[in-house]
């Protein structure tokens, strides 16, 4: 009987016929040891997933609960918040007998979790409309050039083809908008140094003089040689990026943050350093990193002076066009989305004690990101032109 009430209020819910006290008797249902397996195989069978990778207990039986009030039968992807070793997204097709969605918003194929601290009703939760809000552009391709001489170019205004002559090198932007280097017949014994800048909504493309490859984040930056002359290939950087170091064991690769010295031989890894942070975090993607004296294996990041395992793939998120939002606090959403999209936030009454799962489109419009975010009860606020009020 109780395995027929469960395929009952599971239909009602997912028809959004339920009461308030339909659905809350299904989330009891779905937390009784007894009815794990049961509520597993129920799920698994409507989303093609072995019953083995579903977990419904705590706070994820909530949010299966409130993805299937939200449900609009459409073809998207279903994330279920399993135990932290289990989180995966299932896709499905339209004529699945149970299909759901978080958040479907113009398309872009968002998908959200939420798991509030507060103890709000479902129907509370679900049911409170967004706030209009003033829209936003993502960033996209911005930053400045700042040479030798002084002199600054702006890189997101200016046409493709030679840039500048320094020292014997030409710089060069080209038809992908990134900026190569590239040494002229004369030679010069001067060392001289560029920095390239991105602002907030910003971000850019970088080869270095011998053919390192260089992602920046928004709001940050990268002063390095023109020519790499001595016995070391030494750079520093403000914010985050990415790397992809061109082999060279006679001449170590060296990237310095405010915090950090991490030398490379030839290795792909992330350095998230932004002064805003109260962490500073390398990650290791391939090869071979030396920080402070401290190795890293390929997986693994090094964090305030510790050796971590890391999820290399949120690590990366920003430099594919990703927000990875898992077992993330709102400020530190918060602090992504006020680079990328070039916004001061603030907050009426204090931060809210939330944790977030999903991933989100750096292609949206912040509109669109807002809008999902208000699903969790927290909402937003223009105050003038730039500055976002986060009121609980």
Partial sequence: MTHERIDYLFTRCFQRLATPEEQQEFLDLLRKPENKDYAAKLIGDAFDQPKETIDVSGSTARAILEAILRSDGRHSSFPVHAAPSQRFSLFRSPWLKYAAALIILLGAG????????????????????????????????????????????????????????????????????????????????????????????????????????????????????????????????????????????????IVKTIKDQIVVTGTAFNVNSYADEPVSKTTLVQGEVSINDRALQPGEAYLNGKVIKTDVDQDLAWKNGVFNFDDKKLEEIMRQLSRWYNIDVVYERGIPDMEFFGKMGRDLSLGQVLKALESSGVHFVFEGNRKLLVKP
């Fill in 110 to 253: 968002v998908y959200f979790f939420l798991n509030n601290n507060n103890d709000k009703s479902i129907a509370e939760t679900t049911q409170k409309p967004a706030v209009a809000q003033e829209d936003i552009a993502p960033g996209g391709q911005k930053a400045t050039l700042t040479l030798a001489d002084g002199s600054i170019i702006l890189l997101d205004s200016i046409g493709k083809g030679p840039l500048s002559l320094q020292g014997g090198v030409v710089v060069e932007k080209l038809d992908d908008g990134q900026i190569v280097y590239r040494p002229a017949d004369v030679k010069s014994k001067e060392i001289l140094y560029n920095t390239m800048t991105t602002p907030k909504g910003g971000q850019y493309q970088l080869k270095l003089p011998d053919g390192t490859a260089v992602w920046l984040n928004a709001a940050s930056s990268i002063t390095y040689p023109i020519t790499f002359m001595e016995n070391t290939r030494t750079v520093s950087i403000t914010g985050e990026a990415y790397f992809e170091v061109v082999k060279d064991k006679a001449k170590p690769f």
